[in-house]
Each structure stands twice: as structure tokens, then as C-alpha cells.
């Protein structure tokens, strides 16, 4: 079994959150697993260690696959790394034991200036996790305000998004924006003083602009359907989230699909009844203890949330209003 103390205390630039709980839930680990974001490989080796027979490493992001170089040599035909995307886990396994997706963007990512996802490095304006989209410059420049502003709030929780969209606009009629110190000033510029402890205040902004520049909340709720698919029968969906739309979208999946969703009342839309999919394992979602805040502080959002399938047939997926998924729709 891998020791996760020492995983936790080794020097890193993305620890896993939450291994040590995925991994004493999963316990014994065998049969084929993947992981859906590979990042550098936390997950991955903590499967591998305790006894996976197989694990297909999944990253929409071709940089990070250089990282785990000494991993594919050492687990050779047992690792399989696949550069892809949440919405078609079902095209790259099935009949999985276990599958492991760590929502949102990792520590390593924040880190590289050049990627553009940090307010709090200057580089270009681009957050993209993977090649062939559209960069936050192309979202910050050519979007009209009132795309901007619905972007802000319902992917951000920004309740300032109208100001903050104006001033955006405003501002990109003299420079168009090209870095993420820039956006960030600006943002800055319209918000209230930040006190001690709080916040920085572009943080719900770069969010929600990270989120739509990469599609994350489809992604999301395609991949969890395509996780619905891919398991066996027994196998175990394990989801890490960061925020309270992401966690929200994936409890009511899996309540739904475990047929314990709330019946509707007289007010609210009938919420159809299926044959359970999966059977809750964690009834609330699992938070990091003291120990793992102590040595990784970004475990301190992380939510864990964990269902097992069931033999039933995959059925129609849930609409977006089911889940409570945000829909943008672009008016370009």
C-alpha cells in the first residue's frame, strides 16, 4: 500500500488532494482504472502503488505528459496516457473498476506565467488547458458586455459582474487586453479595497473566464455520463471539486442517478425516475483533514464525493437545469 504521509510531505508542484481518502474508500485497489487528469501524476502513481492492475492517465493538457516520464517507464503496459478530454472517458476504457476525475485547475498550471491563469504573475491572457480554443484574450476582447457580465456571475458567482464587464469594455476600446496583470488591475480598479484575509478581487473573475474558455461546465456534465458508461459494474466514481457549482452538479448527478433526488412539489418540475445507476457511498461530500491543510493548502475548497455503479443500463442523460449547470449562450 502507498504510504500517503509521504506523499503529502514530498516536495511537489501538484499534490493530490484527497488521495488518502480515495485510496482507504477504493481499498483493496485492483482491477483497470483511470484517471482523468493526470496533471503530474498524483493519482495516477497513488493507483498504481496500491495495486491498480491498469491505469489509463487521461489530460486535455499535452504538456504535462513529460511529467510522468519515469512513471510510464516504470509501470510500462500497466500506465496508458491519452491525451483527451472528460466528455468522451467512455471512448478511452470501459468496464473500469474505479475512475478518478480532479475537477478545475491545478497548482502546477497556476504556477507557469506563460499559461495565463494566475492574476497574480504577469503573462499572457490565454488559460487554456488545451490546444484548438479560444484564448481569455479572445473571450475578454470580442465578447459584448452583456455576454461578459452573464460569464461573470453565473461562472464566477461575481456579484459585481455588470461593473466589472463595463469597465472591461470600456477600458478595450482604447488597449485591447494582452496580459493577466492587465485584466487584473482593472478589475481591481472597479471593486471595493481588499482587507486583510480576503480574497484577491479578480479571483472570481479569472475563475469564470478560466471555466468558459474551456468549456469546463459541458465538459463536466458530459463526463459524467461518459464515467456512467465507462464503469463496470461495482466500480467506483470519485470526484474532487474546488467550487460550489462544480460540487453542486455533481451531487445532484449522482442523487439522481442513485434515485435519491428530492421528489419535486406542486411548484417545481416532475423529475423523472430512472433505475439507480450508482449507489452513494459518500452521503456528504468528504473534506481534508488537519493534517494534509497543513502540508497543501489548496485542499481546503476540495470536496470528494463518491458513488459505486450498479448493474442498471445507462439511460438518457439529465438536462442541464437538472444538474443546476449554468448555459451561456454566445451571442457572436
Not at 47 to 52: F, R
Not at 56 to 79: C, G, I, M, W
Not at 283 to 294: F, G, H, M, P, V
Request: glycine share 6%; net charge positive; proline share 4%.
Amino acid at each position: 500500500m502507498i504510504d500517503t504521509d509521504s506523499m503529502l510531505t514530498s516536495v511537489s508542484s501538484h499534490l493530490p488532494v484527497l488521495l488518502a481518502p480515495i485510496l482507504s474508500i477504493a481499498a483493496p485497489v485492483r482491477g483497470d482504472w483511470l484517471d482523468g487528469t493526470l496533471g503530474s501524476g498524483g493519482y495516477t502513481r497513488g493507483l498504481l502503488e496500491s495495486g491498480a492492475k491498469s491505469v489509463t492517465a487521461v489530460d486535455r493538457d499535452p504538456s504535462v505528459f513529460h511529467l510522468v516520464k519515469e512513471l510510464k517507464q516504470k509501470y510500462n503496459e500497466r500506465l496508458n496516457l491519452v491525451e483527451g478530454v472528460f466528455s468522451k472517458l467512455d471512448q478511452y476504457a470501459s468496464n473500469l473498476s474505479g475512475i478518478v476525475l480532479d475537477l478545475g485547475v491545478s497548482s502546477m498550471q497556476l504556477d507557469q506565467a506563460e499559461r495565463g491563469f494566475s492574476f497574480m504573475r504577469d503573462g499572457p491572457l490565454d488559460m487554456r488547458m488545451g490546444p484548438s480554443i479560444r484564448t481569455a484574450a479572445d473571450l475578454v476582447n470580442q465578447s459584448e458586455e452583456s455576454e461578459l457580465a452573464n460569464i461573470l456571475f453565473s461562472y464566477g458567482e461575481e456579484r459585481a459582474s455588470r461593473r466589472i464587464a463595463r469597465a472591461i469594455v470600456r477600458r478595450r476600446t482604447e488597449n485591447c487586453f494582452n496580459s493577466t496583470l492587465d485584466l487584473a488591475q482593472v478589475i481591481q480598479s472597479v471593486m471595493p479595497r481588499q482587507q486583510l484575509g480576503q480574497k484577491h478581487p479578480a479571483t472570481r473573475s479569472f475563475q469564470a473566464i478560466r471555466i468558459a474558455v474551456n468549456n469546463e461546465y459541458q465538459e463536466l456534465f458530459d463526463g459524467l455520463y461518459a464515467a456512467e458508461k465507462a464503469l463496470g459494474e461495482g466500480g467506483l466514481l470519485m470526484v474532487v471539486t474546488f467550487h460550489s457549482i462544480e460540487d453542486r452538479m455533481v451531487k445532484r448527478f449522482l442523487q439522481m442517478r442513485s434515485g435519491l433526488a428530492a421528489k419535486a412539489n406542486r411548484f417545481a418540475p416532475e423529475i423523472r425516475e430512472v433505475a439507480p445507476q450508482f449507489k452513494l457511498i459518500t452521503k456528504k461530500a468528504l473534506r481534508a483533514d488537519t493534517k494534509e491543510l497543513s502540508v497543501n493548502p489548496r485542499a481546503r475548497s476540495a470536496k470528494l464525493r463518491v458513488a459505486r455503479r450498479t448493474a442498471a443500463t445507462s439511460v438518457e442523460m439529465l438536462s442541464h437545469k437538472e444538474l443546476g449547470m449554468p448555459v451561456i449562450k454566445s451571442k457572436r
